[in-house]
């Protein structure tokens, strides 16, 4: 009888009879399972020889101990601790014929592989086997590599290499089992009094699984098993299907289903979600236009670097603007978010420079994606091209100040705004076309009109050029019909005087 006498499988107990066998290891297959992640898949066995109960280790990665001793091959008299991992198994010898179950102190029959006989151990009786017509074969086993489980006629005989094995002559089938090889089924012909038999096994093509996950420590399930914790590299893992499953005290759990291919590796990087995240998500879905919980889990996103993830909350929070739904009142403190995010508030320090600009880039691409989507909504120009101004990308803020311009061609502010992106870029060519290409549709606009002279006037003194102060001085002219305020009338005469107009 096997107990196993710690962790949360103590109590859980196998029996081995005479003249059976029994696999002990971590897969579902073995006789008794020992959910222990320094188990090997088919750890060892213990099988009846003429010795008595052997056990084997088989090829296990960490190894088998008895009795504290690392053990290959070892005999089993009873009373001795088997641990595999820091899983400890009592093996006991026990006696069920016609008793209650206790300590065996005398002797042990145990099967001898003499077909239909038993041998006398320590003074216990013998019944001695008819023999057969025939005199059985003795047989050799063997197999490349060795240590495998042999079963002849479905009863275990042993490891490789098995000798001496006496069988009758005949056919006899032959079951060959190793871990991380394939099974080998077939049958032996014995004809002759001496037959020895050599298999080369197959090996199953595994595949690897390496794991990486933020934070570190992260404790890994594979098949309901505990594998250990992140980073980590399994081995030796059978192709097709598992169930992982990722667990941190500080994370949302994670799991999902993970295809294992043979002979390759897989390797995942996996973020947990900070708890702290999944409350906001949660509240998102209770009241997904509350703008007031999309800032916050912006914030919580990207202080984790998970970046894609925020992007796609930051394209809801921003068509909830667009599309005037909020319901929180939230905006001024989203706009300081995107602020601290893209840099411009230095109290949020989330990373080095590169970093930065991956968050810079999600802003970017999200923001250009909005406009995509809601080009009637000005804002969105306005507040990109400020951001695309303060990170130094002027050209991206030209061009995104003319696309409004052409968006909005009636609309005077944002005429004058994208205009003033030019002056300020020292491109004043482009501003006075930009206004020119406004002045049809807002003649009777003073600011239109008034700056387009000023612009021309600009132009003339800087260049001489004689038809730009010819066009300062009648746009500046036209202006002066437009407005009542005196003050912008006397400065527009001062600059008409000052260019000779």
Same mark, same amino acid.
């Given at each position: 009888m096997l107990t196993i006498v710690n962790g949360h499988q103590k109590g859980r107990t196998a029996t081995i009879a005479l003249g059976q066998s029994l696999t002990i290891g971590r897969a579902v297959g073995n006789e008794l399972v020992v959910l222990d992640s320094k188990a090997s898949r088919s750890h060892c066995s213990i099988v009846t020889t003429p010795e008595g109960f052997v056990l084997t280790d088989l090829n296990s990665t960490n190894g088998t101990t008895v009795n504290g001793v690392r053990a290959?091959?070892?005999?089993?008299?009873?009373?001795?601790?088997?641990?595999?991992?820091?899983?400890?198994?009592?093996?006991?010898?026990?006696?069920?014929?016609?008793?209650?179950?206790?300590?065996?102190?005398?002797?042990?029959?145990?099967?001898?592989?003499?077909?239909?006989?038993?041998?006398?151990?320590?003074?216990?009786?013998?019944?001695?086997?008819?023999?057969?017509?025939?005199?059985?074969?003795?047989?050799?086993?063997?197999?490349?590599?060795?240590?495998?489980?042999?079963?002849?006629?479905?009863? +275990?005989?042993?490891?490789? *290499?098995? @000798?001496?094995?006496?069988?009758? #002559?005949? =056919?006899?089938?032959?079951?060959? !089992?190793?871990?991380?090889?394939?099974?080998?089924?077939?049958?032996?012909?014995?004809?002759?009094?001496?037959?020895?038999?050599?298999?080369?096994?197959?090996?199953?093509?595994?595949?690897?699984?390496?794991?990486?996950?933020?934070?570190?420590?992260?404790?890994?399930?594979?098949?309901?098993?505990?594998?250990?914790?992140?980073?980590?590299?399994?081995?030796?893992?059978?192709?097709?299907?598992?169930? +992982?499953?990722?667990?941190? *005290?500080? @994370?949302?759990?994670?799991?999902? #289903?993970? =295809?294992?291919?043979?002979?390759? !590796?897989?390797?995942?990087?996996i973020k947990l979600l900070p708890k702290s995240a999944a409350f906001y998500q949660n509240a998102i879905k209770k009241e997904p236009n509350n703008l007031?919980?999309?800032?916050?889990?912006?914030?919580?996103?990207?202080?984790?670097?998970?970046?894609?993830?925020?992007?796609?909350?930051?394209?809801?929070?921003?068509?909830?603007?667009?599309?005037?739904?909020?319901?929180?009142?939230?905006?001024?403190?989203?706009?300081?978010?995107?602020?601290?995010?893209?840099?411009?508030?230095?109290?949020?320090?989330?990373?080095?420079?590169?970093?930065?600009?991956?968050?810079?880039?999600?802003v970017n691409e999200t923001f250009e994606a909005a406009i995509d989507r809601h080009p009637g909504y000005y804002e969105f120009y306005n507040w990109l091209a400020g951001l695309y101004q303060f990170s130094g990308k002027l050209d991206k803020a030209l061009v995104l100040a003319r696309r409004a311009s052409q968006a909005f061609p009636a609309n005077p502010e944002v005429q004058l705004q994208a205009a003033n992106f030019f002056v300020a870029a020292g491109r004043l060519t482009d501003a006075i076309q930009i206004l020119g290409a406004a002045y049809p549709r807002l003649t009777s606009n003073f600011s239109i009109v008034n700056t387009l002279g000023q612009f021309y006037a600009r132009s003339y003194q800087e260049t001489k050029d004689q038809k730009a102060r010819e066009l300062a001085v009648k746009y500046l002219n036209e202006s002066l019909a437009l407005t009542q305020d005196a003050g912008a009338k006397a400065a527009t005469q001062a600059k008409i005087k000052e260019i000779g107009g």
């Open positions: 290959t091959r070892v005999l089993l008299r009873g009373g001795e601790t088997i641990q595999i991992g820091s899983t400890r198994i009592l093996f006991e010898v026990v006696e069920t014929k016609g008793r209650k179950s206790g300590r065996v102190t005398a002797a042990l029959a145990i099967f001898c592989g003499v077909a239909g006989g038993l041998a006398l151990v320590g003074g216990v009786g013998l019944v001695a086997a008819t023999r057969a017509a025939n005199r059985p074969a003795v047989i050799t086993i063997n197999s490349a590599p060795s240590g495998a489980l042999v079963s002849v006629d479905n009863r +275990l005989v042993g490891t490789t *290499p098995v @000798r001496a094995l006496q069988l009758p #002559k005949g =056919t006899h089938s032959v079951r060959i !089992e190793r871990a991380s090889y394939q099974r080998v089924l077939t049958q032996l012909d014995v004809k002759n009094p001496r037959e020895d038999f050599s298999f080369k096994l197959q090996p199953i093509h595994r595949g690897i699984l390496k794991l990486d996950a933020e934070p570190a420590g992260v404790r890994v399930y594979l098949d309901g098993l505990d594998m250990g914790r992140t980073p980590l590299v399994l081995r030796d893992i059978s192709p097709g299907q598992h169930v +992982l499953k990722l667990d941190h *005290p500080e @994370r949302v759990p994670y799991e999902e #289903k993970i =295809t294992v291919k043979p002979n390759e !590796e897989t390797s995942l990087s007031s919980y999309h800032s916050e889990l912006l914030s919580i996103l990207v202080i984790d670097h998970r970046f894609d993830e925020a992007g796609r909350y930051l394209a809801k929070a921003l068509d909830i603007v667009a599309t005037g739904r909020d319901t929180s009142g939230y905006f001024p403190r989203f706009k300081w978010t995107i602020d601290k995010i893209y840099g411009r508030d230095p109290l949020l320090n989330y990373g080095d420079a590169a970093t930065v600009e991956r968050a810079r880039n999600m």
